[in-house]
T-cell receptor
Framework: AQTVTQSQPEMSVQEAETVTLSCTYD???????LFWYKQPPSRQMILVIR??????QNATENRFSVNFQKAAKSFSLKISDSQLGDTAMYFC????????????FGGGTRLMVKP | DAMVIQNPRYQVTQFGKPVTLSCSQT?????MYWYQQKSSQAPKLLFH???????NEADTPDNFQSRRPNTSFCFLDIRSPGLGDAAMYLC?????????????????FGPGTRLTVL
């Protein structure tokens, strides 16, 4: 079974600064995907960024980038130039393509961006 | 815009009184999922439909049922809500067969329905 762990229940950052959210996972699979989802207060969950395990290059989407360390089973999210609209719950998630394509979520990190 | 819609956004029911939550999609996706998300916790998958094929998670209580009358709509029925069923219920959709190997399966989420049980 896969597990996803987010060790930071809450974090805060000043507007325009950079913050890194941590995520570790455990799996015996070789082919899988990792995701960061953002869930703003009272709004729907949206996909922020995706990483394929077979790709060595870290994924980047505008101000969002990941540090994927496959051997360490670590998948952190870096948010640069934080904006007030980044305030949300962030979930790290795992999906294996070898035994069913179900998402396994971490417990979430609540990020507050302060003006 | 194509999207996943959930109605109502807020639902209040009484202990033991059946309640139905609704999800519709304009994405024409063949897979629809229902998740339960309790306060400050990760979403937990209850079940999913691949077309009309219903797939229940092993630990989903019998109190939870689902119906999918057509591609666009999926319903979550809670037959006898208990206080512990108070949660946010998320609907999601995707295009691929969730049981197929080596197929990427991005899920698109609705805004959720927050259920209160009195």
């Amino acid at each position: 079974a896969q597990t996803v762990t987010q060790s930071q229940p809450e974090m805060s950052v000043q507007e325009a600064e950079t913050v890194t959210l941590s995520c570790t996972y455990d799996t015996s699979e070789n082919n899988y995907y990792l995701f960061w989802y953002k869930q703003p207060p009272s709004r729907q969950m949206i996909l922020v960024i995706r990483q394929e395990a077979y790709k060595q290059q870290n994924a980047t989407e505008n101000r969002f980038s990941v540090n994927f360390q496959k051997a360490a089973k670590s998948f952190s999210l870096k948010i640069s130039d934080s904006q007030l609209g980044d305030t949300a719950m962030y979930f790290c998630a795992f999906m294996t393509t070898e035994a069913g394509n179900m998402l396994t979520f971490g417990g979430g990190t609540r990020l507050m961006v302060k003006p | 815009d194509a999207m996943v819609i959930q109605n109502p956004r807020y639902q209040v029911t009484q202990f033991g009184k059946p309640v139905t939550l609704s999800c519709s999609q304009t994405l024409n996706h063949n897979v629809m999922y229902w998740y339960q998300q309790k306060s400050s916790q990760a979403p937990k998958l209850l079940f999913h439909y691949y077309d009309k094929d219903f797939n229940n998670e092993a630990d989903t209580p019998d109190n939870f049922q689902s119906r999918r009358p057509n591609t666009s709509f999926c319903f979550l029925d809670i037959r006898s809500p208990g206080l512990g069923d108070a949660a946010m219920y998320l609907c999601a959709t995707s295009t691929t067969n969730p049981r197929a190997k080596n197929e990427y399966n991005e899920q698109f989420f609705g805004p959720g329905t927050r259920l209160t049980v009195l």
